[in-house]
């Protein structure tokens, strides 16, 4: 399944509707990137969980908009010991923009992922950021392309599977930060016995980050039994005191 659409649910379809209009940049951009590997690595010689912690206004599987000051929220992650940021740059399903991207990677010192539904080469260059998702199921076939163009312009590709086919493909295109996304676009439901399943399957120099539906500190070490470098984690951060989430999930 592929850019078309099929077998996703509703919402998801209508979500790649409007990323498929979505303009691009007008220049080429050329970031000069924080090292992702490097972060993660630091934060576990120091013994700890290697947490993306995920800026997320609203989702299509979240009751409510949290409508803080996006910098704000970003500032007590960090504080509360995330590795790395990913912030939601759609607008339409998620409450973001790519202005408070801008606006979080200037306040912060970490990685800041670019979360969004990039389908086009141009929409690399909407904003800046370290690494940028680019999620297998969407782009189908010009994934060697996107992957490579990503690089071009400095940023870290981080490509996202939910299937074995999927990590076949993202690893043929070279990818070596590769998230395990537990949610499946078809039905939005979350099972953590997605990322079990691929894990092995993957070489051991790629980086895996285990994606969607980890809320308890068990959660987190089920993952990083079962493989995960880093877990990215949305929803269970943004629901409450985002500091002492992030540091109760960082925390081993
Ligand atoms: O809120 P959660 O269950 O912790 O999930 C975070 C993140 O994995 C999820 O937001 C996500 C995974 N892949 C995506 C692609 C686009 C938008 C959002 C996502």
């Known amino acids: 399944m592929n850019a078309s659409g099929g077998g996703l649910a509703p919402e998801v379809r209508a979500i790649l509707d409007a990323a498929r209009e979505r303009p691009g940049g007008d220049t080429r951009l050329s970031v000069d990137s924080r090292p992702f590997p490097d972060a993660v690595a630091a934060t576990a010689d120091a013994g700890r969980v290697p947490v993306i912690a995920e800026v997320k206004p609203t989702s299509p599987t979240t009751d409510g908009v949290r409508d803080d000051d996006p910098v704000e929220l970003a500032r007590e992650m960090v504080g509360g010991g ?3 940021l990913s912030v939601l740059t759609e607008p339409e399903h998620f ?3 790519t202005e408070s991207l801008r606006r979080i990677r200037e306040a912060v010192d970490v990685p800041v ?3 969004d539904f990039i389908l086009r080469e141009e929409q690399l260059d909407a904003v800046e950021s370290d690494l940028i ?3 297998a199921r969407f782009v189908g076939e010009d ?3 996107l992957v490579a163009a990503a690089r071009n312009r400095g940023f870290q590709p981080l490509v ?3 299937t074995r086919e999927e990590l076949t493909a993202a690893l043929a295109a070279g990818a070596d930060i590769i998230g395990v996304n537990n949610r499946d676009l078809g039905k939005l ?3 953590l016995g997605t990322f079990e399943e691929l894990a092995p399957e993957a070489p051991d120099d790629v980086l895996l980050v285990a994606e969607s539906g980890v809320k308890t500190t068990d959660d987190v070490r089920r993952m990083r039994e079962a493989g995960a470098d880093a877990l990215l984690v949305g929803t269970a951060i943004m ?3 985002v500091r002492q989430n992030t540091e109760n999930l960082t925390t081993q």
Do not use: F, M, Q, Y
């Open 239 to 241: 629901d409450g005191d």
């Open 143 to 145: 994934l060697p392309d």
């Open 82 to 84: 995330a590795t790395a």
């Open 133 to 135: 998702l680019l999620i």
């Open 113 to 115: 992922l670019r979360k």
């Open 95 to 97: 409450g973001g923009s």
């Open 189 to 191: 439901e979350v099972d």
């Open 160 to 162: 996202e599977v939910h």
